[in-house]
DNA sequence: GTCGCTGCAAAGTATTTGCATAGCC
DNA sequence: GGCTATGCAAATACTTTGCAGCGAC
């Protein structure tokens, strides 16, 4: 699968009536450069570097704009602060009910059925994912 | 399937060391009283009439033990407060991404390859549920 | 009687809001 | 140039913590 480029993500701005500014292109590099589920917190300090200035509500506005066009799955685990995915293909998630880590599955779940159901009753289904919870490696050990 | 009553609570405090409280047993009932997916506050309301000194602290940390205990599943949201679904059998839900509200999805999706998956990562599951979230009826209305 | 649960107050953490300025279109 | 995004400060929302007294065992 194709990665999402500065490119892309000029193009999904602008197809969505958005301005392309240099905050919102550094902080989506700065997520994916981090290789992990990050915090905002974490976000923004990977990418203080090249925004000195960049601020908090700021990335909270972004990855929320992020979202919202579905560049970033944000995950709230309910231990700690919110982590953010950039969504590149369909995979699920583990998450640690003491520490709040998140990890990808790389597993195939035919979900669909929980979407159809979702759409019977009523709702505007946007996405289905497996989330797995409990201890991770280092909480249970 | 049977329904979890009161003595179903005091042999599952019991057999984990806990305490017989009243708060606990009003607390368990008020939840499964309200009959959805209910917060802490709307709890701690429900069961004020029963327990007029109850406070929110209690509330919190009586949702927590019976999540740790396996009775309630917390469920983090991410808009809006956490909401707790008492829990009889295998289910999966429907989170609105505006709202917060969560919906049961009585569908049967078999999540065991994730379990496993979450295993072989070396980390310990307890349950898989699959989220749908969208909008939900209102909101999308 | 002991130890853990509860209630209260207070603090702490995560996130959002209001407003003035800067910068994209 | 108009209008949105940003930065700053402050506020809000949610949840947890510390401590003293009560109550289960």
Redesign the pocket.
Known sequence: MRTMDVEDLREA??AHG???????LVLLAALRGLGHHA???EILHAAEDR?P??????????L??FDRLGLVRKI?T?????RYDPVLDQHHHFTCRRCGAVEDLPVSVDASPALRAAAAGGHVPASAEVVVSGLCRRCAG
């Open positions: 701005l602008r958005q301005r392309v500014t240099n905050q919102r915090t905002a917190e925004l200035a960049l601020s908090l509500p700021t990335v909270y506005a972004t929320d704009l709230a309910g231990a700690g602060p919110a």
